[in-house]
């Protein structure tokens, strides 16, 4: 991207550009920016514009707190269809007590690399979440820390475990920053969704993407219309 907001103000004067059709409910997605993707709340943001509020989102921060990303949300949703949150904060190491009944639930985990502890923060915070009609998402806003903390191999069979949190309607929005990772990294990572979100950002302050199926969603797709798979 070229230059990164830094706080709630600046962050809500960026504009999402058009969204791929092929982007669509029951992916899930890796969204590649250069640089933190939290900072632009890109996952957020399409959050915003897929979710209604009768959805629930399942968000995973690993850069910023969970006060951080909820002022951020704020900011971005002030329309009242919007997605409610549920938060797993990794990040602010001094919080352990779960509030698990306020208006946004959030636990904690002790840091990013914690991958059991993750697992067992989203079965309790899906544990407390209602019976609704609406979709469920998983947001994980930034790998990178993740995979700075842990091995490729434990994450990706992570990804394997959590994704089911979404619904069949629900999306799955996997941030990172894919210049601090190498290629086979990256490969691996697109193992395990169903396509890569290009994310770059325009001189007059939007963001702009660009949608690159993975071999699981053409695999998928030809198996819904009866080709060889």
Known sequence: ????????????????????????????????????????????????????????????????????TIETYTSLARATDCPSLKIVDTVSEQQTVSALYGETPVVFTPSPGDLERLIVMLSELAGHTASATGARHLVIRSLTPILESAATTQVCTTLDRITGLRSETGLCLLGLDYTAHDTETIMRLTDHVDGVLWVTQSSSSQLEFEYQPTRRQYSHERSLFGGET
């Open 1 to 68: 991207m070229t230059g990164h907001s830094n706080s709630a103000t600046d962050t809500e004067v960026l504009q999402l550009g058009p969204l791929p059709d092929r982007l669509h409910e029951g992916s899930t997605v890796l969204v590649a920016s250069i640089g933190d993707p939290s900072v632009d709340a890109i996952s957020l943001r399409i959050l915003r514009q897929y979710g209604t509020a009768a959805d629930t989102a399942f968000v995973v921060t690993t850069t910023e707190s969970a006060a951080q």
